[in-house]
């Protein structure tokens, strides 16, 4: 890896983990710059998980006012994002990329629909009196964030959105406060399957480092740009950075 390369790769960093906690789908800025470095494939996405992970622990910190009160939230959401994520990793290491990525756009692409009509959704079971069927998390958002980890373990670009669009209709919250639970479950789904390639296939250590330092930065960055931002303005960045997702994946 020349000097300019490993500049791009700890840029690249930077920015996906600005735009993880903001929203999700950092990977889709990291995967292409280490893949242009000349990794392969499978090379480029483990060492990009795990030098992802300390983008999502600056990033949690940087959220923890939001985190107050949550506790049990996160012990029971947590839960499906760790057994996913290894499932998710263990696919990884078993599977070819073709059969999971196909379905990607699609997920995607579901998950802007909920985002954008959550609001009118949830307006609507208020009004009927309705309430989530557990306030720390239905079984169907139980089960919902499991499938993301799955994901988030094998490939993860934008597993932020699909978290989000999940908890926004299947929960009754502020939009930030989920924003910091979802930073956590990433975090999480991210941690496991780091742990579990270190352990079973090849990882490039030094483009692990590189964006691994380059993502703490943005961490805490997106951390105080993604906390001041209004609802509104939250989910018009999710649906944009969704619609950016799903082109970069259907034009390869």
Request: charged share 10%; hydrophobic share 55%.
């Amino acid at each position: 890896m020349t000097p300019w390369e490993g500049l791009a790769v700890f840029a690249a960093g930077a920015g996906a983990g600005t735009i993880n906690v903001i929203v999700g789908s950092g990977t889709l800025i990291t995967f292409p710059v280490l893949l242009a470095i000349g990794l392969p494939p499978v090379t480029a996405n483990v060492s990009n998980t795990l030098g992802l992970v300390p983008g999502s622990i600056s990033g949690a910190i940087g959220y923890r006012q939001e985190l107050v009160g949550q506790r049990r939230r996160l012990l029971r959401l947590g839960v499906a994002s760790l057994l996913g994520g290894l499932l998710g990793a263990v696919l990884l290491t078993r599977l070819p990329g073709s059969a999971f990525n196909a379905i990607v756009p699609v997920l995607i692409l579901l998950a802007l629909v909920l985002v954008v009509i959550q609001p009118r959704v949830a307006r609507a079971v208020a009004a009927r009196g309705g309430a989530p069927a557990h306030p720390d998390g239905s079984w169907a958002l139980v089960l919902g964030i499991f499938c993301c980890g799955i994901y988030g373990g094998y490939f993860g670009a934008a597993q932020g959105v699909l978290m989000l669009a999940l908890m926004g209709m299947l929960l009754r919250d502020d939009l930030q406060r989920m924003n910091a639970v979802k930073n956590v479950l990433a975090l999480i789904v991210n941690a496991v399957a780091a742990v579990f390639f270190m352990f079973t296939t090849h990882m490039d250590w030094l483009a692990a480092l590189l964006i691994a330092a380059g993502s703490t930065i943005g961490g805490l960055i997106g951390a105080k740009v993604g906390r001041r931002l209004p609802p509104i303005a939250l989910r018009t960045l999710i649906v944009l950075v969704g619609l950016a997702a799903v082109t970069k994946l259907l034009i390869g």
